[in-house]
Every structure is written in structure tokens, then in C-alpha cells.
């Protein structure tokens, strides 16, 4: 296998059909070769994990402002990796501004309280710290990195089948538990506010090719249509390579862009616990197999706007800790090179 950085460019070869992106670390953008691999590979990139409320919010200086419906914001982490887009020139799609996870609990609680078992502040109070909060960093990415950001993911993981709630709503959110399913629209309102002329609105969540949690997400998706919300639907694309199911993830994203939405793949790996020959050639054909097909949705005039994968090399990929077991889900290998399957991507762009 070639190091990365001798392959032609990823990002070159979809340019007729869709941006390639990459989610990336704080880590990863301080070492120069693997900055270098993204410069060439990617067209897009997010952030893993610095963009999320809980590398934002800062508790001190919360409590110190004194204001129920005011969080303050660090924007240290933030501002790193936009610095980096901003000086490669490479757009970025923000991660993630509603969200469960990654949220800190006192974020949440009456008093700004760190404590699970302190009361939840009102719904009132909720929808306006939800409102403060989105508009603060939207309105410093856009003053401070103005064109930097094409896209925000404005609320994350909102539909949940296994948790039985109204309109198969994820009950067990914080979100869920303050302000029943009314911050949704509340977030998407705060930010079309905050959003700056051609950035798009996107809701994002994965397992979104499950025909249960599709059409949920569909139904949720007409409500926010309704009042003109949302403009994306992203499909994280976290699947297993003996689950994966092609036909399923091109169902639902057909069922998405018949809503008159644009589509993103947005945190794309295919968990694969092996690297031996048999499961890299599985590996390697499963990519195939899902390209081609994005590639003809593209060609039938569906408005796929990125494919992101969620890390670069499989170094950087949160599966390993997740699944608790070796996983080689992406397309560069932890020591740089291009795996075979990388080389079907390219292929399947060709072809
Ligand atoms: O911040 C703490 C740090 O203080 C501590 O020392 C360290 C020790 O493990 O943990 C750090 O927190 C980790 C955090 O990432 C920040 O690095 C958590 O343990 C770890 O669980 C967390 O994982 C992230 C995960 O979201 C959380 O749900 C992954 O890196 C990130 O890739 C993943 O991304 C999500 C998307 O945002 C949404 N879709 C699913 C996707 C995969 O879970």
C-alpha cells in the first residue's frame, strides 16, 4: 500500500458529484503530515469533538454572569480548528449545536447546578438559554471565520425508536426531559436567525437508513418543512460491515431528497474488526458498493451536497473504543497508506 499522501486526491476525484470531508481532532491537526493528508484528500472537514456544547460552555463563567438564561462561551477550541479551515481554504460543516450527549448536565439544571439530581430549570428558561447559546456561536463563527462554515448540524439525534416516546422521540434526552419535542423547532428558528446567507440547516442522526427510524425522522423532518427550518438531512453512515445494507441506505436517502431536501453523509465508517486479507477485500467492496450507489443518486439529479467520513486515518477512530474490539473502518490505514479500499473509492468515481 502507498502512503496517503502519494494517492491521487480523493476529494479531486468526486468533485463532479459531492464534497469528500473529514471529521478531525484537535491532536490531528497539530501533526504537519496528517494535516498535510487532509489538505489533499479532503473538501470538507468537522470537528470530532471541539465544536460540541461541552467544549463551548464554560460553568465559571456562567455563574459568574449571573443571567438564568444565559450560558457563556469559550471559543478557544472552536477557533482552533476554524483557523485551520480558514488557512487551507477547506468549508466546514459545524458539529453540532443541539445535542444529548455532550452536554454538560448543569447546562441543563435550575441553578447551574453539576448535579444529575438537581432540578431541571423550566422550559421557559430552557428554550432561552437554547436561543442564547446558538445565536452566541453563530454569530462569533460568522463575525470572527465569515464563509467559513457552509453547514450546521442544528440538532443531532433526536429520534430514538428504542425509547417508545411520542413520534418515536428520544424521551431519555435532557432536551426531551426540559422542553418536551418543542426545542427542536426552537433550535432550528434560533439558528435560520443566526445563519448567514447560503449557510443550510441540517438535521443530523445516525441508523437514518432503518425503515422504523426513517420514516419517524420523515414524519419530524414535515413538521420543521412546515415552517421553511431545515434545508438537510444527514445521514451519519456508522454502519457494520456484515450489517451493512446498501438497498436500505439508498431507499432512505431517496425518501429523504423526495422531501426536497439535500442530502449529507455526514460521519461515515464501516466497523471491520479485522485486517487480515478476507475482511479488507469485504471492507474494500462494501465501500465500492456504497459509492457507485451515491454516485447514481447524484447522477439522477439527487442534491448530495458531502460524504464526511468520521476520522482520517483508523488511527483516529472512536470505534475501537466503542466496540472494545480492533476496528479498521476507514480508508487509510493507522500507519498512513492507502488501503485497497481507498483505491475502489477512487474507481468508483472513475467508472
Ligand atoms: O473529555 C474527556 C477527557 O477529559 C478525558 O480525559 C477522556 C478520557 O477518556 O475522555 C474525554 O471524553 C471523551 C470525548 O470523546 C472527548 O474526547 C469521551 O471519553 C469519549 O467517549 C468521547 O467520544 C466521542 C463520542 O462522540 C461521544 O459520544 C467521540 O470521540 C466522537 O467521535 C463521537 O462522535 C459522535 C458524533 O458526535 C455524533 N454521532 C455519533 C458519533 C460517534 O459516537
Redesign the pocket.
Known amino acids: 500500500m502507498n502512503s496517503a499522501l502519494q494517492s491521487p486526491s480523493l476529494c479531486k476525484a468526486y468533485e463532479p458529484y459531492f464534497r469528500i470531508g473529514a ?1 478531525l481532532s484537535s491532536r490531528l491537526i497539530a501533526d504537519p503530515e496528517l494535516a498535510e493528508i487532509v489538505c489533499r484528500h479532503f473538501s470538507s472537514i468537522t470537528a ?2 471541539q465544536m ?1 456544547p461541552f467544549s463551548v460552555l464554560n460553568l465559571e463563567n456562567t455563574l459568574a454572569q449571573g443571567d438564568p438564561c444565559h450560558a457563556a462561551v469559550d471559543f478557544t477550541r472552536v477557533d482552533a480548528l476554524l483557523s485551520f479551515a480558514r488557512d487551507h481554504g477547506i468549508p466546514v460543516r459545524y ?2 449545536l443541539a ?1 444529548h ?2 452536554t454538560p448536565v448543569w447546562f441543563f439544571k435550575e441553578k447551574w447546578e453539576n448535579d444529575f439530581s438537581a432540578p431541571f430549570a423550566s422550559k421557559e428558561v430552557m428554550l432561552a438559554r437554547l436561543e442564547n447559546y446558538i445565536l452566541d456561536v453563530m454569530s462569533h463563527v460568522n463575525t470572527c471565520f465569515p464563509g467559513v462554515v457552509y453547514t450546521w448540524d442544528v440538532v ?2 433526536a429520534i430514538e425508536p428504542g425509547q417508545d416516546g411520542p413520534g418515536l422521540y428520544r424521551t431519555r434526552s435532557p432536551w426531551f426531559m426540559s422542553t418536551g419535542q418543542d426545542f427542536l423547532p426552537a433550535a432550528f428558528r434560533a439558528a435560520r436567525k443566526g445563519a448567514a446567507p447560503g449557510q443550510t440547516l441540517c438535521y443530523n442522526d ?1 441508523n437514518a437508513f432503518d425503515p422504523i427510524k426513517r420514516d419517524a425522522i420523515i414524519d419530524m423532518l414535515k413538521t420543521l418543512q412546515a415552517e421553511g427550518l431545515v434545508d438537510t438531512m444527514g445521514m ?1 453512515g ?1 454502519y457494520v460491515l456484515q450489517d451493512l445494507n446498501v438497498a436500505a441506505c439508498e431507499t432512505a436517502a431517496r425518501a429523504y431528497a423526495a422531501l426536497g431536501l439535500k442530502l449529507q453523509v455526514t ?1 461515515l465508517d464501516i466497523h471491520c474488526n479485522s485486517d487480515d486479507a478476507a475482511h479488507a477485500t469485504a471492507l474494500t467492496e462494501a465501500y465500492r458498493s456504497w459509492f457507485t450507489m451515491m454516485k447514481q443518486l447524484k447522477a439522477e439529479g439527487i442534491d448530495i451536497e458531502a460524504v464526511t467520513f ?1 476520522g482520517v486515518t483508523d488511527a483516529d477512530s ?1 470505534l475501537p ?2 466496540r472494545r474490539e480492533p476496528s479498521f473502518p476507514l480508508l487509510i490505514s493507522a500507519d498512513r497508506k492507502a488501503k485497497p479500499a481507498f483505491e475502489a473509492v477512487l474507481e468508483a468515481a472513475r467508472s
Open positions: 471529521a470530532d469533538n460540541k458539529h453540532t445535542w450527549n455532550q443531532n439525534e445516525y451519519q456508522h460521519e468520521w472512536w473504543g466503542f
